[in-house]
């Protein structure tokens, strides 16, 4: 797997959900994750999830950390699958960088408010299938403006600001993602070493 933090900021609007777009605009061939910090504003058009469909659900927030995987030869259970396998990185990790407990439901990661009710949403994220391969989408809020929901970022956690906490944030891309490698690369040996 390849992968690649972008430094420019860039709208994810759903629109890169789509087959080669790490290849075709960040020249990133094969299965691949990319990463960037920006906006987040997708339009029901674009919305891939059913359930927000139906319920006419927003998806917004001024600044956001977006991943965006593609997986080839891998179908949408298995997507699925290394999705949530990622959800669960991203809670190890801001545990282990800020000592702050996140609570997983699903695919989404949420902090406890003060009356101890799970409403706090620190991502958004959704795992679908294009015709050449799979495709995941997971996107972690910087900052809590400009989202339609009570929400938790990474700003709350941290003790840095300005330029500190993009550099911070641009840490956790790169952290993350080089996790997310060394499990696949873990979850291919297994395979592998095991006789029949």
């Not at 990319?34 to 600044?63: R, T």
Request: hydrophobic fraction near 40%.
């Amino acid at each position: 797997m390849k992968t690649k933090f972008i430094d420019h900021n860039e709208l994810y609007d759903g629109s890169q959900l789509r087959p080669l777009y790490n290849y075709l605009v960040h020249k990133t061939l094969g299965t691949s994750v990319i990463s960037w910090v920006g906006p987040c504003d997708v339009s029901l058009e674009m919305m891939k999830d059913g359930e927000d469909v139906l319920k006419n659900a927003k998806i917004q927030s001024d600044s956001m950390l977006h991943f965006i995987f593609e997986i080839f030869e891998r179908d949408l259970f298995s997507g699925v699958c290394l999705q949530r396998l990622f959800i669960n990185l991203i809670k190890e990790e801001i545990f282990k960088v800020y000592e702050v407990y996140l609570y997983r439901s699903g695919d989404d990661l949420y902090l406890r408010n003060k009356g101890g009710i799970l409403d706090q949403k620190f991502n958004v994220s959704i795992a679908c299938p294009s015709i050449s391969s799979t495709l995941i989408h997971i996107g972690l809020n910087v900052k809590n403006e400009g989202t339609p929901v009570s929400t938790s970022s990474i700003s709350d956690f941290s003790k840095k600001e300005g330029s500190s906490l993009e550099a911070e944030v641009k840490k956790l891309a790169h952290d993350l993602m080089a996790s997310f490698l060394e499990e696949l690369d873990q979850i291919q040996n297994a395979v592998m070493k095991v006789r029949s």
